[in-house]
C-alpha cells in the first residue's frame, strides 16, 4: 500500500506564491510517476502536472509558466507563482495514476 501526504496549503492573495509538497512511502516518488491534481468546489478534479521516473515533466495549459513541479529525496514539489484565485481548491498528489493523498487546501483571495 502506498501512502501519501500532502502538505503546504494555505491562504494567499493573488499573485502570491506557495509550495506544496507531497511525502511518499518507500522508493514511491522516484520510481513511478507522480501528478499533482485539484478539485475545485462543483467541480470535477483535473489535472496540474506531472513528473516521470525519467524526469520529464508535463503541465495543464492553465499553469504553465507558473507551476513548477519536481522530486526532492522523497517528496514530490509544486511550486506555484501568480496565484490567481481561479487556482484555488484542494490539491491532490497522485502516484501512479492509482494512489492519492487526502489533499491540501490552497485558497487565493482576490
Known amino acids: 500500500q502506498v501512502h501519501l501526504a500532502e502538505s503546504g496549503g494555505g491562504l494567499v492573495q493573488t499573485g502570491g506564491s506557495l509550495r506544496l509538497s507531497c511525502v511518499g512511502s518507500?522508493?514511491?516518488?522516484?520510481?513511478?510517476?507522480m501528478a499533482w491534481y485539484r478539485q475545485a468546489p462543483g467541480k470535477q478534479r483535473e489535472f496540474v502536472a506531472r513528473?516521470?521516473?525519467?524526469?520529464t515533466t508535463s503541465y495543464a495549459d492553465s499553469v504553465k509558466g507558473r507551476f513548477t513541479i519536481s522530486r526532492d529525496g522523497v517528496k514530490v514539489v509544486l511550486q506555484m507563482n501568480s496565484l490567481k484565485p481561479e487556482d484555488t481548491a484542494v490539491y491532490y498528489c497522485?502516484?501512479?495514476?492509482?494512489?492519492w493523498g487526502q489533499g491540501t487546501q490552497v485558497t487565493v483571495s482576490s
Open positions: 497522485n502516484s501512479g495514476g492509482t494512489f
Open positions: 513528473i516521470r521516473s525519467s524526469g
Open positions: 518507500g522508493s514511491v516518488v522516484s520510481t513511478t510517476t
